[in-house]
């Protein structure tokens, strides 16, 4: 069979001194990270241009990156300041003309990942000791907007024109699906007749208004918002519980090789079988000794195993969502030694007050998060040399299915540590353990004081595995289990394991998942937006969108 | 214990040792099964003449010889692989056969196969009662024979199970020894395989009607890309024949008879008086038998049908008679269906979707040549004017288009008061069944005796003498 090569790849790697869109600088406990998008250095700059601090997906993994960096090579930053280069513009959003010319997929993908870029923030500012400011001082619609709304405050400035809005439904007939919706509501607690109205209003908010509706935290007057801003975010840094000073832990890049559908890093793996739209994904253990303290963990720098895997795995779960979408399937792997694994456990739970350590298991915990919002199907395959155990064993919590192989003659074997009692919170806020028990929640505690590994007996007693086939039937059960898998339709299999995977109570984040960017994914496949009268089509071009009135 | 001196086979039993682990926890269930749910009272003193197959060559799948029917060597057997087999219709037409099973159609797959398992031990149960009101010891070996077959082609499926579903097939099989015809809480799967066989012409209009439908669907399970189970099916089929025989020739014997008695009594037409089953009965059960196997084909138009054409997964009857493309993506056939006020119309409707009907096409044809021979052999013989009817397809039905409507065997659409009426005169009633009870309420053991209302085969099995010792007690 024919296969169409993957579309040209995005990476996700990039350095300050590559960014095209940001200027991230530094004044003792406060950075400030300033956009100033290059419209010409757009990702397909010859689809559209990035005007008006208008992004792309570029922009945001700049983003992404500086984000990551501030928390890891910047322990001395308390507070970001974010705010723009261009004047009286703050952002105008995601580019319409980049959304409109970009295939479905490419937009579900895109939304994604910015969601996460802005829950990150969210992360920072809840776990890392990091506030973030947002400083208006212009144009600042939709998903410009939404970024100020990861913000822990917005200050707005009062120059009698500019505004906070959401226009994507009177103006594009979408919705602003970067968590503007939720959080205006949600985080922001914004009355839900106000928030109704604002979100129809195609030139938004400004001064008082948007402050009395809380939609905004203080205005100023241009005069004085350089001076009330600098003030704020002072007072936001004195609040940190982050070191004065370095040193931080710079990240390099991670140079993976790529050798046709194979992608090696130092600690994972990833092979691509496009026949049967397969990824076999591998993870290994630390296979040297790691650090066992804090001032050990800096020595070490971006090499630990905890940075440098989870790092890893990030990147290739971005790579694969965006660039290998026919691969519908993922095959978990972890090989080498549990016991290291182990005991990295014991020295992220030892040290997890630092803010080096706490950053480590961030990294590690919105990993794991990313696996679970990645639209595709996950398999944990427990063979024994395997070393899912501790944090590893996430993985196969995370997974939507896990086999294990019972073969009497060859030990297998999986461990808990104590980090699955808490360190990683899924985006319901409840562990992957509790998620998985929550029609039985004393198999949590259980499973948490098991004294060391489980057999695959027991851990299907256990209820952490879904099977244990033994060797005569392990290869014809796992490769049926797939086959049958690969067969189904992956529309249907994205919404099932969405639907399956966040038990439990609804957070701002599963709805921004859930329920916002469902929505938003419904009415990007629809004709009112994308027909070809629809409204994000006709956006900037011809006359007035032509809809559908149906409503369901 | 599980070894291929206790059960033939073909399948490398020896060399298999995910068959042998699975085995070792069913074949002590099965004979559990058979003491309990098999022949009653044949089990521990009484050898039996049995067909045994021991290979699948022609001189190792008859090997005759006398056996106790817990010792019956129940063997896995396989038709001989064709080479580089390739799938011969639906949308995978011309790829290689499948040597293994699909993940994709693992589901579908286990589904046809418990289905036809389900009804191979259901037979047996149904029929357990009989062996005490045997006609002769030759119809008690025929039996016999078609109950211990019965039994292997459980083995047959239980194998399939075991070797390509994995847990789930094991359990599968377990479940196949556990549901039991009859059970109100377990009942076998299809409903024709719940009705009770307590009298020889019931016996011998199910192996006639129903085993017929078991060789339309072993013949289109023949026909699948699995190649195991085409294999499997296609061995069985060699075994259903003689069940077919011993249906046909069982009724054709009791015509015989009955025509003998009409003569005797000076065709006054009371053959009961003189113990005797009279030509309305027999049409009766033909009745009965044949439109409760109709139903076992499905719905006239059915998803489920083109699933598993377009998948391959089961074809039609001798699928290379046909001269059509084999992928019939776009072909037609028309029905008999009924509109809403009732009234019959023809309909065209996807050829996929219409193969449970081409498959009942395809039965009802060759029902109809063994009625015919019946006609032809016996009554006409005979001098007699009488003839068995082969009654609509619309009439009496469960399943499809004509379930709730009512029908008289020609096929005329009458009202549901005059159903009430009638249906006696065309159905078996508890009367007719308590006559057939009365006259087989003294069984036959003498060798070469017969009961009273059933002539003498022409021949014997395997050629010995039609008072052969077909069953022997021991001493």
Redesign the interface.
């Given at each position: 069979m024919d296969h169409v090569a993957p579309s040209p790849s995005v990476s996700f790697e990039t350095s300050p001194d590559r960014y095209r869109h940001w200027k991230l600088t530094f004044d003792g406990p406060v950075a400030t990270l300033a956009m100033d998008v290059d419209e010409d250095a757009g990702l397909r700059p010859d689809d559209y241009k990035l005007k008006l601090n208008s992004y792309d997906l570029g922009v945001d993994i700049e983003l992404a990156d500086a984000l990551q960096r501030l928390r890891f090579e910047h322990p001395e930053v308390h507070t970001v300041l974010l705010t723009s280069l261009k004047p009286r513009i703050f952002c105008a959003g995601a580019n319409i003309f980049m959304l409109g010319t970009s295939g479905h997929g490419f937009k579900v993908n895109f939304c994604k990942f910015t969601n996460e870029t802005r829950l990150g923030m969210e992360d920072m500012s809840a776990n890392s000791g990091i506030k973030f400011l947002a400083a208006i001082n212009g144009i600042c619609a939709g998903g410009g907007y939404e970024l100020a709304l990861a913000c822990d405050e917005i200050y707005l400035v009062d120059d009698g024109s500019a505004a906070v809005s959401l226009p994507e439904t009177p103006l594009l007939g979408v919705l602003p699906g970067t968590g503007g919706l939720t959080r205006v509501v949600d985080k922001r607690k914004v009355r839900r007749d106000l928030a109704d109205h604002f979100s129809t209003l195609t030139e938004g908010l400004r001064g008082k208004r948007a402050v009395e509706g809380r939609f905004v935290d203080a205005v100023c007057p241009t005069s004085q918002f350089k001076e009330a801003v600098e003030k704020r975010v002072q007072e936001l840094a004195a609040m940190s519980d982050r070191p004065a000073s370095g040193p931080g832990v710079t990240f390099g890049p991670l140079e993976p090789v790529i050798d046709g559908d194979t992608i090696r890093y130092k600690y994972v793996t990833g092979e691509i079988d496009r026949a049967k739209r397969l990824c076999a994904l591998t993870i290994s253990a630390p296979e040297a000794p790691q650090p066992t303290t804090p001032e050990a963990f800096l020595a070490a720098g971006d090499q630990s195993w905890a940075i440098r895997a989870f790092r890893e795995l990030d990147d290739a779960l971005l790579r694969m969502r965006l660039n290998e979408p026919e691969i519908g399937t993922v095959l978990l792997r972890a090989t080498g030694d549990p016991q290291a694994v182990l005991d990295v456990d014991a020295a992220l739970l030892a040290h997890k007050g630092h803010w080096l350590v706490r950053e480590i298991t961030g990294l590690i915990r919105r990993t794991l998060k990313r696996v679970d919002l990645t639209a595709k199907t996950f398999f944990a395959l427990v063979e024994p040399g395997n070393a899912f155990a501790g944090t590893l064993f996430e993985l196969v919590l995370a997974a939507d299915r896990a086999y294990m192989l019972d073969d009497p003659d060859t030990p297998n074997h999986v461990q808990l540590s104590a980090v699955s009692g808490g360190l990683y919170p899924m985006s319901n806020g409840l562990t992957r353990l509790e998620t998985r028990f929550l029609g039985e929640p004393e198999s949590v505690g259980k499973a948490l004081a098991h004294e060391g590994p489980f057999d695959a007996a027991g851990a299907l007693e256990a209820g952490l595995v879904f099977?244990s086939?033994d060797d005569?039937?392990w290869d014809?059960?796992v490769?049926?289990?797939?086959?049958?898998?690969?067969?189904f339709s992956p529309d249907a299999l994205t919404g099932m394991e969405a639907n399956l995977r966040f038990a439990g109570p609804e957070t701002m984040e599963t709805k921004i998942f859930g329920r916002l960017t469902a929505w938003q994914n419904w009415i990007f496949q629809r004709p009112n937006a994308v027909g070809e009268r629809g409204a994000l089509m006709v956006y900037g071009r011809e006359g007035r969108p032509s809809f559908d009135w149906k409503r369901t | 214990m599980i070894s291929s001196e206790r059960i033939p086979n073909n399948v490398d039993l020896g060399g298999n040792?995910?068959l042998q682990?699975a085995l070792e926890h069913w074949q002590p269930k099965y004979l559990d099964w058979w003491r309990e749910m098999g022949p009653q009272g044949f089990q521990q003193h009484h050898q039996v003449y049995l067909r045994t197959a021991v290979s699948v060559d022609a001189a190792g799948w008859a090997h005759f010889d006398y056996v106790k029917l817990p010792e019956y060597r129940w063997g896995i057997f396989l038709a001989e692989p064709t080479p580089q087999r390739k799938i011969g219709f639906g949308d995978f037409k011309g790829k290689d056969a499948w040597q293994?099973?699909?993940?994709?159609f693992?589901?579908p797959l286990r589904r046809l196969i418990v289905v036809q398992g389900d009804t191979e031990p259901a037979s047996v149960e149904q029929q357990r009662e009989l062996g005490q009101h045997c006609p002769s010891l030759y119809d008690l070996r025929n039996l016999f024979q078609v109950n211990v077959e019965e039994g292997r082609h459980l083995w047959a499926m239980v194998y399939l199970l075991h070797s390509?579903f994995?847990?789930d097939g094991r359990d599968e099989a377990e479940a196949l020894l556990e549901r039991n015809s009859g059970n109100a809480d377990t009942p076998r799967m299809l409903e024709a395989f719940n009705e009770p066989i307590d009298t020889w012409l019931d016996f011998f209009a199910f192996t006639m009607f129903t085993d017929r439908d078991g060789k339309s669907q072993l013949l289109s399970l023949s026909e699948s890309s699995l190649d195991p189970l085409a294999r499997t099916t296609r061995f069985m089929l060699t075994e259903e024949a003689h069940h077919m025989f011993v249906g046909e020739t069982g009724i054709a014997r009791i015509l015989e008879r009955t025509c003998e008695l009409m003569k005797e009594s000076g065709f006054s037409g009371d053959v009961r008086r003189l113990g005797g089953i009279d030509i309305p009965l027999i049409q009766k059960f033909v009745n009965f038998w044949f439109s409760q196997s109709l139903d076992l084909h499905g719905s006239e138009v059915s998803s489920n049908a083109a699933a598993y054409f377009a998948n391959g997964l089961k074809g039609r009857a001798e699928e290379d008679k046909y001269t059509d493309d084999h992928v019939l993506a776009s072909d037609t056939y028309i029905l008999d269906m009924l509109d809403e006020s009732g009234r019959m119309s023809q309909q065209e409707v996807p050829m996929r979707n219409a193969l449970n009907e081409v498959l009942r096409d395809w039965y009802v044809g060759d029902c109809q040549a063994g009625v015919d021979r019946w006609n032809k052999r016996v009554l006409e013989a005979h001098g007699m004017s009488e003839r068995i009817l082969l009654p609509s397809r619309k009439f009496n039905r469960r399943v499809g288009v004509y379930a709730g409507k009512h029908f008289d065997p020609l096929g005329h659409p009458i009202s549901a008061d005059e159903w009430e009426r009638r249906n006696h005169e065309w159905l078996p009633t508890s009367a007719d069944k308590a006559y057939l009870r009365s006259i087989q309420a003294t069984p036959v053991f003498e060798p070469g005796k017969f009961a009273n209302y059933i002539a003498p085969p022409a021949r014997g099995i395997n050629r010995q003498a039609i008072d052969f010792e077909y069953v022997r007690t021991e001493a």
């Open positions: 099977s086939p005569i039937d014809d059960e490769r049926m289990a797939i086959e049958e898998r690969v067969s | 040792k995910r682990r293994e099973v699909p993940g994709e693992r589901n390509y994995g847990r």
